[in-house]
């Protein structure tokens, strides 16, 4: 299983940014077994879990982006969203997809969020 990120950038504080999260070398009936998150990595902190949608299909948040940022996945293509508004500096870092589920855990290469003030 691969996991590709994309969709980072520089952004001003205030706008907007979607991450996508594509699995390859997955069918897809093993697709929504899975638990995905969002992760992200300031400089100088440690990787923390920002949103994560179940396979069950509900979602948690960290506190700091709740009512911003929302997770949603779509079946067919095999891929997570992570819609990032009114963005704040406070959200830059290194943003990390991750699928889990029993006996298996992978991680995409992480993509660059910017966002200045």
């Known amino acids: 299983v691969q996991l590709q990120a994309s969709g980072g950038g520089l952004v001003q504080a205030g706008g907007s940014l979607r991450l996508s999260c594509t699995a390859s070398?997955?069918?897809?009936?093993?697709?929504?077994?899975?638990?995905m998150g969002w992760y992200r990595q300031a400089p100088g902190k440690e990787r923390e879990l920002v949103a994560v949608?179940?396979?069950?299909?509900?979602?948690n948040y960290e506190d700091s982006v709740k009512g911003r940022f929302t997770i949603s996945k779509q079946n067919s293509r095999k891929t997570v969203y992570l819609q990032m508004n009114s963005l704040k500096p406070e959200d830059t870092g290194i943003y990390y997809c991750n699928f889990k589920r029993l006996n298996a855990n992978y991680w995409g290469q992480g993509s660059q969020v910017t966002v200045s003030s």
């Open positions: 070398r997955m069918i897809l009936s093993e697709f929504w077994s899975y638990n």
């Open positions: 949608i179940n396979s069950d299909g509900t979602t």
